[in-house]
């Protein structure tokens, strides 16, 4: 057996960041390079929230700098990505669709998620409408479709139609074509996919295997656990999965400073890690990351790797918050050092901080003060407005700093 590569948390910090993305910008933010990135991250999370913009158009923002959202928007649209289950609901390019596909079919062998004859006796009904509804239309929205809403809190207050939609986009039979301001709109699976040529010829064992190298190769150094969280496989088949990985030398065992579990790299990537050993590729930049964002999925990686624990509040009662209601990760480097809690104004083309935290042993440097302006000033950009306040931050030389740059 291999003996373990002796790594320090440091180099897996560089080495995650760089995966993702996190290190440099892009020579440009063209449609191009969005798709690079795409399929750098492999993942990009979706979330209806929109405090200060949504969580996709962010986790873009972090990576590629200003861009037009309409173009992230018009991957969807014209076919490079689709939307699927992966870590949770995603936008996944189009490439990697047979390898969903055999998922799906898993799905529809068990149909665990949705038992219709616990949803009401006249939702098989249903289904079977709103499908001949889609077969008739074409792409169709839940707008178009009308029915009676349910009790208070059934089904997330969803109306039985939009069950429907959702039921059949899980087990496969119609798939996202397009968006409009958010709002999905559902067609036929076969429409979706006519003249793409593709072989759905994947197992479910081939989908596992490629999840599984496809999150390792993700984060860079995993352990089973983090590698199973990347597209929410199942820890005990992840684990399995990556033995067999390294049985064939194809993943590498890696013993992690302080970690007690045992972690792995892809074989691939030895010539990346002894870059990063040697100083390359060093992370520059200071950024402010959505709460969904791929870096940081993994609140156990992130309390192994960073000491950062971090918990989304939006859901926590205003007299129970820590941070604040939509908190934003702040990467300085390779490092997690604060929080932000951001809004935007729209009326005042205003960008807000209702409060900025620094992490314990975080220092107030001047690198990281000028990287702040620069990662405000990209905010107030790419979000329209013209002046920025800072309400509380209770570190004195950074707040007065910021405060007296942005007077």
């Known amino acids: ?125 249903i289904v079977s409408r709103v499908r001949e509804v889609v077969r008739e239309r074409g792409p169709t929205s839940s707008k178009d479709l009308q029915s009676e809403r349910r009790g208070p809190g059934g089904w997330w207050n969803w109306k039985p139609t939009k069950v429907a939609l959702e039921y059949l986009f899980d087990l496969g039979e119609l798939m996202v074509s397009h968006r409009v301001n958010f709002q999905r709109y559902y067609d036929l699976t076969e429409r979706v996919l006519a003249g793409r040529g593709m072989k759905l010829d994947k197992s479910f064992d081939d989908y596992q295997r490629w999840a599984v190298e496809r999150g390792l190769r993700h984060q860079g150094i995993a352990t089973a656990n983090q590698v199973a969280d990347y597209h929410r496989l199942y820890k005990r088949a992840a684990a399995d999965t990556l033995k067999d990985m390294m049985n ?50 993994d609140r156990d990686r992130d309390q192994a790797l960073w000491d950062f624990h971090y918990r989304i509040e939006v859901y926590t009662p205003k007299s129970k918050r820590v941070y604040g209601y939509y908190v934003m990760p702040i990467l300085h480097g390779c490092d997690l050092v604060g929080r932000i809690d951001p809004k935007v104004d729209r009326a005042r083309k205003r960008l807000i901080f209702n409060a900025l935290h620094l992490e314990k042993g975080a220092k107030q440097t001047a690198a990281l003060s000028s990287g702040l302006i620069k990662a405000i000033e990209e905010f107030m950009a790419f979000h329209g407005c013209d002046s920025f306040e800072l309400v509380n931050c209770r570190f004195k030389r950074l707040s007065g700093r910021l405060r007296r740059y942005f007077a």
């Open 248 to 297: 064939a030398g194809e993943a590498l065992p890696v013993a992690v400073e302080g970690w007690k579990d045992a972690a792995y790299i892809h074989r691939d990537d030895l010539d990346l890690l002894h870059e990063i050993r040697n100083g390359l590729h060093e992370p520059q930049m200071t950024l402010f990351l959505s709460p969904f964002d791929n870096l940081f999925w």
């Open 1 to 125: 057996m291999t003996a373990p590569i002796p790594v320090t948390r440091d180099t897996v910090k560089r080495l995650a960041v760089y995966k993702q993305g996190l290190h440099q910008r892009p020579p440009s933010a063209d449609q191009a390079q969005l798709k690079r990135i795409i399929k750098r991250i492999g993942l990009l999370q979706l979330d209806s929230i929109s405090v200060v913009a949504r969580s996709h158009y962010l986790v873009m923002l972090a990576r590629a700098g200003l861009y037009n959202p309409a173009d992230l928007d018009a991957l969807l649209d014209d076919g490079f990505l689709f939307e699927s289950w992966a870590h949770a609901i995603c936008q996944i390019p189009m490439t990697y669709y047979p390898w969903f596909h055999a998922l799906i079919q898993q799905r529809q062998l068990k149909e665990t998620r949705w038992r219709l004859d616990k949803l009401g006796d006249d939702m098989p009904e």
